[in-house]
C-alpha cells in the first residue's frame, strides 16, 4: 500500500445522532420495555467516518447537518476525529436522530427521524473536487430523501473516471426505485452489501440461479456457510460466493459481500482470458466448471465462475457484544484502504479486522485505530475477557 499517494475519503450521506438503547429483547407488539442503559452520540453516517479517520484517512464530509443540539454534537463528534466539514450549519433546522434498539442477541433495529442532514445540494458536492485518488462513498440512505437523492444523482455522472466509489445500499434496499440502484451500480467501483440485502437486490433485478448454469449452482466449493432464501422468489440456498457471483451479473461492478463472523466474499469480473469481458460470456473452461487459482500474494483462494472471480476472505474470530455499526467500520475501513492505494482484497482484509474487533466493545462508533488493526493483522486479535 502506497501511503504517499494517500486520497480523501469522501462521504456523502447523512451524519446523525444515535440514541442507543441496550435491552434485553424487543418487546411484544403493544408492549413495553427498559433500557438497560443508553447513549445519546453521533451516529449514522459519522460512524463510516470515523471508522475511515481512525484508520488514517483525510476524511471529508460533504453533507449537510443542523442547526441546534443535535448538530452541536454531530460537529463536535466530527471535529474530535479531524473530519473536514465543507458545508455550513442548515437554518432554523436540526440534524436528525436514530434511536437504535440493541438486544442480548447483539442484533440491532432502528427507527430513525429526518432533519437538516436530508438537504444536500449539488453544488455542496461538487464543491469538494474529487480526484483520481479519492474514494467517495454513498449510502443507499441517500436515496430516501428526495433532495439528496436528486442532488446525488445529479453529481455522480460527473466524477473524474478515475475516482473510486463505494457503494453501501443500506438495509432500506428495498424502498428504492431500480433506476436509481443502476445509476449508482453503473458508476460504483465497490458495492459493498450484507447477504439479506443482496438477497432483496437480486429479486429485484430478476437474476436467479437461472442466470447461472445449472451445474455451477451447488458446485461452488467453500467454507461460507448457506444461507436461507426466504422471501427471494425463486433464489434457493445459495452460499456466499454464489450470491456474490450473481450480484455482480445483476449490476456489472465489484461486490463485496459482509458476512459477519463469515468473513467477506470479494466478486468481480474475471480478468483472466476473455471471462470477464461481459455477463454473458462462460468461464474459460466452459459452463458448469470451476477453477482455481490465488491472489498476487497467495493468499487468497479465488475461483472462477461463469467469468466471475470469487474469493473468501476470513474473519477473526470473536465473540460479539454489539454489532451495531459492524457494518460501518467494514466500509470505512474499506474505504480508507482503497484511498491509501490499497487493492480491493487487502481493504477487505483490514476492513475484516476492524469489524471484528467493533464487536467486542459497545456502541455505535466503535472501530479501532489504525495502529490496533496493524497489531492485529500482524500478531492477532487480544484475548477477549
Same mark, same amino acid.
Given at each position: 500500500?502506497?501511503?504517499?499517494?494517500?486520497?480523501?475519503?469522501?462521504?456523502?450521506?447523512?451524519?446523525?445522532?444515535?440514541?442507543?438503547?441496550?435491552?434485553?429483547?424487543?418487546?411484544?407488539?403493544? &408492549?413495553?420495555?427498559?433500557?438497560?442503559?443508553?447513549?445519546?452520540?453521533?451516529?449514522?453516517?459519522?460512524?463510516?467516518?470515523?471508522?475511515?479517520?481512525?484508520?488514517?484517512?483525510?476524511?471529508?464530509?460533504?453533507?449537510?447537518?443542523?442547526?441546534?443540539?443535535?448538530?452541536?454534537?454531530?460537529?463536535?463528534?466530527?471535529?474530535?476525529?479531524?473530519?473536514? =466539514?465543507?458545508?455550513?450549519?442548515?437554518?432554523?433546522?436540526?440534524?436528525?436522530?436514530?434511536?437504535?434498539l440493541v438486544d442480548?442477541?447483539?442484533?440491532?433495529?432502528?427507527?430513525?427521524?429526518?432533519?437538516?442532514?436530508?438537504?444536500?445540494?449539488?453544488?455542496?458536492?461538487?464543491?469538494?473536487?474529487?480526484?483520481?485518488?479519492?474514494?467517495?462513498?454513498?449510502?443507499?440512505?441517500?436515496? =430516501?430523501?428526495?433532495?439528496?437523492?436528486?442532488?446525488?444523482?445529479?453529481?455522480?455522472?460527473?466524477?473524474?473516471?478515475?475516482?473510486?466509489?463505494?457503494?453501501?445500499?443500506?438495509?432500506?434496499?428495498?424502498?428504492?426505485?431500480?433506476?436509481?440502484?443502476?445509476?449508482?451500480?453503473?458508476?460504483?467501483?465497490?458495492?459493498?452489501?450484507?447477504?439479506?440485502?443482496?438477497?432483496?437486490?437480486?429479486?429485484?433485478?430478476?437474476?436467479?440461479?437461472?442466470?447461472?448454469?445449472?451445474?455451477?449452482?451447488?458446485?461452488?466449493?467453500?467454507?461460507?456457510?448457506?444461507?436461507?432464501?426466504?422471501?427471494?422468489?425463486?433464489?434457493?440456498?445459495?452460499?456466499?460466493? !454464489?450470491?456474490?457471483?450473481?450480484?455482480?451479473?445483476?449490476?456489472?461492478?465489484?461486490?463485496?459481500?459482509?458476512?459477519?463472523?463469515?468473513?467477506?466474499?470479494?466478486?468481480?469480473?474475471? !480478468?483472466? &482470458?476473455?471471462?470477464?469481458?461481459?455477463?454473458?460470456?462462460?468461464?474459460?473452461?466452459?459452463?458448469?466448471?470451476?477453477?482455481?487459482?490465488?491472489d498476487a500474494d497467495?493468499?487468497?483462494?479465488?475461483?472462477?465462475? &461463469?467469468?466471475?472471480?470469487?474469493?473468501?476472505?476470513?474473519?477473526?474470530?470473536?465473540?460479539?457484544?454489539?454489532?451495531?455499526?459492524?457494518?460501518?467500520?467494514?466500509?470505512? =475501513?474499506?474505504?480508507?484502504?482503497?484511498?491509501?492505494?490499497?487493492?480491493?482484497?487487502e481493504a477487505v482484509?483490514?476492513?475484516?479486522?476492524?469489524?471484528?474487533?467493533?464487536?467486542?466493545?459497545?456502541?455505535?462508533?466503535?472501530?479501532?485505530?489504525?495502529?490496533?488493526?496493524?497489531?492485529?493483522?500482524?500478531?492477532?486479535?487480544?484475548?477477549?475477557?
Amino acid at each position: 500500500m502506497n501511503t504517499h499517494t494517500r486520497g480523501r475519503v469522501i462521504h456523502t450521506g447523512q451524519a446523525m445522532v444515535d440514541l442507543v438503547l441496550q435491552i434485553a429483547a424487543l418487546p411484544e407488539l403493544g &408492549g413495553d420495555t427498559f433500557a438497560r442503559t443508553w447513549e445519546l452520540t453521533a451516529g449514522g453516517g459519522f460512524n463510516v467516518m470515523a471508522a475511515a479517520a481512525r484508520d488514517g484517512a483525510h476524511v471529508v464530509y460533504a453533507g449537510t447537518h443542523g442547526t441546534g443540539p443535535f448538530g452541536d454534537t454531530v460537529r463536535a463528534a466530527m471535529a474530535a476525529e479531524g473530519i473536514e =466539514v465543507t458545508t455550513s450549519a442548515v437554518p432554523y433546522e436540526d440534524t436528525g436522530i436514530s434511536v437504535a434498539l440493541v438486544d442480548d442477541s447483539a442484533e440491532r433495529t432502528f427507527v430513525s427521524t429526518s432533519g437538516a442532514e436530508t438537504r444536500a445540494r449539488v453544488q455542496d458536492f461538487r464543491a469538494t473536487r474529487p480526484g483520481p485518488r479519492d474514494v467517495v462513498y454513498v449510502t443507499g440512505y441517500s436515496l =430516501v430523501h428526495p433532495e439528496n437523492r436528486t442532488a446525488l444523482l445529479e453529481w455522480i455522472p460527473d466524477l473524474d473516471p478515475a475516482t473510486q466509489m463505494v457503494v453501501d445500499p443500506s438495509p432500506m434496499i428495498e424502498e428504492f426505485a431500480m433506476e436509481d440502484v443502476r445509476a449508482l451500480a453503473g458508476r460504483a467501483t465497490v458495492w459493498s452489501t450484507n447477504a439479506r440485502e443482496a438477497r432483496l437486490l437480486l429479486a429485484r433485478l430478476g437474476v436467479g440461479a437461472a442466470e447461472m448454469d445449472a451445474a455451477e449452482v451447488g458446485a461452488v466449493e467453500t467454507d461460507a456457510a448457506v444461507v436461507g432464501a426466504a422471501g427471494t422468489g425463486d433464489l434457493p440456498d445459495l452460499s456466499d460466493a !454464489e450470491l456474490a457471483a450473481l450480484l455482480v451479473r445483476g449490476l456489472g461492478c465489484a461486490v463485496v459481500l459482509r458476512a459477519g463472523s463469515r468473513g467477506a466474499t470479494i466478486a468481480h469480473r474475471s !480478468e483472466r &482470458g476473455n471471462a470477464g469481458e461481459n455477463r454473458d460470456t462462460e468461464g474459460p473452461a466452459g459452463p458448469g466448471t470451476t477453477q482455481r487459482s490465488t491472489d498476487a500474494d497467495g493468499a487468497l483462494p479465488q475461483t472462477l465462475v &461463469g467469468g466471475i472471480d470469487v474469493q473468501s476472505v476470513p474473519a477473526p474470530s470473536v465473540k460479539a457484544i454489539d454489532t451495531n455499526g459492524a457494518g460501518d467500520a467494514h466500509c470505512g =475501513v474499506l474505504c480508507a484502504t482503497l484511498a491509501a492505494g490499497g487493492d480491493l482484497a487487502e481493504a477487505v482484509r483490514r476492513a475484516n479486522v476492524a469489524a471484528a474487533m467493533s464487536v467486542t466493545r459497545r456502541g455505535p462508533a466503535t472501530a479501532p485505530a489504525r495502529a490496533q488493526i496493524d497489531a492485529a493483522m500482524r500478531d492477532g486479535l487480544p484475548a477477549q475477557p
